[in-house]
């Protein structure tokens, strides 16, 4: 008798079936079915044209073998062949094997093909691994292992140097995008400078740059992450900068700094010294470094409840009483209902490190203080109440803290705080502490000493800034800084406003003289000037009819048609005050109007007032690496937190691109 392995054996193939039964299983489009003998048929694949039982007489083998054959990739002849098709993929589904995939498949002419690929697969890991901060060594976890093992046998492991190697990789691509992004920035780039402390006495520095697009939309990215093995030290700072700047080929395209680590003159000194070797002093340095306004909210904020720490405590443990029984809640709120207490907040404990929860338990217990005064002071969990006192105290602190917490919040928001905002919140919180220092209550007077004593040095240090930023938005102009200035500092305010005068038309006149950084803006510009005195009719015409004064003359009264531009921008009327103005968007609109101005802007609304990330605003404490992360080489910490960074970003932007085709 014939057996299908001889290769003599007759073999007839199966007449078609009729449309009544047509086979509508996927394994079909894999497989044959080829009549062998009287009563046994066989199902012979396509690919390697291995045979497999289908039916002896009456009875049916059914189709499972047939899809392991397939799905598992077990064919010799679809392992041989890189782009082999496998089952189609249908969402919700397994992976065609026999346990999870349903009876009856239908396939759809829509229904892709998924080929494996093992690159992908590594790359899909590494940036999962990046982007939910999961341990590196999770890939050689075994749960992680027999999960993968079971979803592709296919795919073969990888250990921990491998995706490292690969995470390190992901970045690198990544930092070329960014790179040549960075390099088509028509205008400078800002830096801010976070530091970070390690269980090991180590220093990280969080280097983020701030830029300002053609399309004058602004940007936010981590550039660097640099270990630093004596945090305190006068150059750990300038180092940091150093490498960012060479990284990222910086070099006379930085225009300020902003920090949040305590640093003394020599380590300031240190940071000048570096940068002006390479960048242009514009303003005779006066721009270049800033202090970070949420490092100054968050110190002075901390000072408030140190000079309380006793009422603070003492209210903390009150709010303790409440919450943590289910009975003392029920009681607390039965109470409140009988003395029909307005507040609607929300009574909670306060995390430390955070010293706003601090400053909202203050808040809300000193809105419930008749009921915290009704409570049942015989049961002896329940320590000493706050008195009369006591609450007249927490309102003061209150009081004190309440225009730092709403000038903090501006920095929480995703969109960048620009230094216009924080002229006016910087403003208000001097003007209110000059009246509250002049009190006579000895505790508020205390206080509020300490707590001006920093408002006033970062003012000093940084209002220049806050106030040529705010020059530049054409709701404000000179007006809001000459209002302020005049409430704030009184018969002496004509000086300081020339300060401020002087000093925005001394950086104008900068502009006009040399338009640095050269940028592909810029060289562009440079370019066609080049290219129309090379022209050579032209160069004839000027050199051999002795023109070259009228060049001079030229370049004269164009510089001085230059300079007015600032003039005839201040002259303007201001605009009216909308909610939702957006003082790129305007310059963007006029900055063929007026072409010098709109750089000198852009540079200037760069400038970030923050060197915090939004998740660190109100910390009372410095941030620390974990120790797993600790453990790693240093550059392999730096790949994983900026290559997060980015991924994010491009992340939001494909989000936001599909918002927008959606509407």
């Known amino acids: 008798m014939a057996t299908p392995e001889d290769n003599n054996a007759l073999v007839t193939p199966e007449a078609q079936p009729n449309k009544r039964r047509k086979k509508k299983s996927i394994v079909w489009e894999h497989f044959t079915i ?13 690919q390697c044209k291995q045979s497999f039982a289908y039916s002896t007489g009456s009875k049916v083998a059914g189709t499972s073998h047939l899809k392991r054959h397939i799905a598992k990739g077990t064919c010799p002849a679809l392992l041989r062949n890189q782009g082999n098709q496998l089952m189609p993929y249908t969402p919700g589904s397994g992976n065609g094997t026999a346990s999870d995939a349903p009876k009856r498949r239908y396939r759809s002419p829509s229904s892709p093909y998924i080929s494996f690929d093992a690159d992908r697969c590594r790359h899909e890991i590494a940036k999962m691994i990046i982007m939910h901060d999961y341990p590196l060594h999770m890939v050689e976890h075994s749960g992680f292992v027999t999960f993968v ?7 073969g492991m990888v250990s921990f140097n491998t995706v490292q190697g690969d995470c390190v990789a992901t970045y690198l691509r990544e930092k ?8 088509g920035m028509p205008g400078r780039v800002c830096l801010t400078l976070d530091m970070w402390t390690s269980s090991q006495s180590l220093g990280y520095v969080f280097v983020t740059g701030h830029f300002i ?5 602004p940007h936010r990215r981590i550039l660097n992450v640099v270990m630093e093995p004596n945090p305190d030290s006068d150059t750990a700072l300038s180092h940091a900068v150093a490498c960012c700047l060479s990284d990222w080929s910086l070099e006379g395209k930085l225009f300020s700094v902003t920090y949040n680590h305590p640093v003394g003159e020599p380590g300031l000194e240190n940071l000048r010294s570096l940068l002006c070797i390479k960048n242009p002093l514009i303003l005779n340095g006066q721009l270049l470094i800033g202090n970070c306004i949420a490092h100054t909210i968050s110190s002075i904020a901390k000072d408030v409840l140190w000079a309380g720490r006793d009422i603070v405590k003492k209210i903390r443990d009150s709010v303790k009483y409440v919450k943590t029984s289910e009975s003392h809640e029920e009681k607390f709120v039965e109470l409140k209902e009988q003395l029909q207490v307005p507040s609607e907040r929300s009574l909670s404990l306060d995390d430390q490190s ?10 809300a217990a000193s809105e419930l203080k008749e009921v915290f005064s009704c409570l049942d002071t015989s049961d002896p969990d329940y320590k000493e109440a706050p008195s009369m006192e006591h609450w007249r ?9 309440r225009p730092l917490h709403d000038a903090a919040n ?10 216009i905002t924080f002229f006016q919140e910087v403003w208000k919180i001097q003007s209110d502490l000059a009246r509250a220092v002049a009190s006579e209550d000895p505790f508020v007077s205390s206080i509020t000493k300490a707590m001006q004593e920093k408002i006033s040095k970062y003012w000093k240090d940084c209002s220049l800034v806050l106030a040529i930023a705010v020059v530049m938005d054409p709701r404000f102009k000179m007006k809001l800084v000459e209002f302020s200035f005049s409430k704030l500092y009184g018969e002496d305010a004509p000086a300081f406003i020339k300060i401020v005068d002087d000093g925005i038309h001394e950086l104008f006149l900068e502009y006009v003289a040399l338009p640095l950084p050269l940028t592909p803006t810029y060289a562009e510009e440079g370019n066609t000037e080049n290219n129309m005195r090379s022209d050579d009719h032209q160069g004839t015409l000027l050199s051999d009819n002795g023109l070259t004064d009228f060049d001079v003359y030229i370049m004269e009264t164009t510089s001085q048609q230059m300079k007015s531009e600032l003039d005839q921008y201040l002259e303007e009327s201001l605009l009216p005050r909308m909610h ?4 790129l968007s305007w310059w963007k609109l006029n900055k063929l109007k007026f072409p010098t101005l709109s750089k000198m802007a852009r540079d200037i609304l760069t400038i970030p007032v923050s060197a915090a990330a939004p998740d660190s605003v109100f910390d009372t404490v410095n941030k620390e690496l974990d120790q797993y992360r600790t453990s790693l080489r240093p550059e392999t910490v730096e790949a994983l937190v900026c290559a997060k960074d980015w991924l994010q970003y491009v992340s939001a932007e494909a989000s936001n691109a599909l918002v927008k085709m959606e509407f």
């Open 354 to 363: 955070q010293w706003n929860t601090t400053y909202l338990m203050l808040v």
């Open 410 to 419: 501006i920095l929480t928001s995703t969109n960048s705080p620009t230094a």
């Open 393 to 401: 105290q927490v309102e003061t602190m209150c009081a004190l803290l």
């Open 176 to 183: 070329q995008n960014l790179m040549k992004f960075i390099e």
């Open 580 to 583: 939702d103005f957006d003082v």
């Open 34 to 46: 080829e009549t062998v003998s009287a009563g046994c048929r066989r199902a012979y694949c396509k």
């Open 213 to 217: 697009d053609s399309d004058w939309k």
């Open 149 to 155: 093992q079971n979803l592709q046998p296919r795919f």
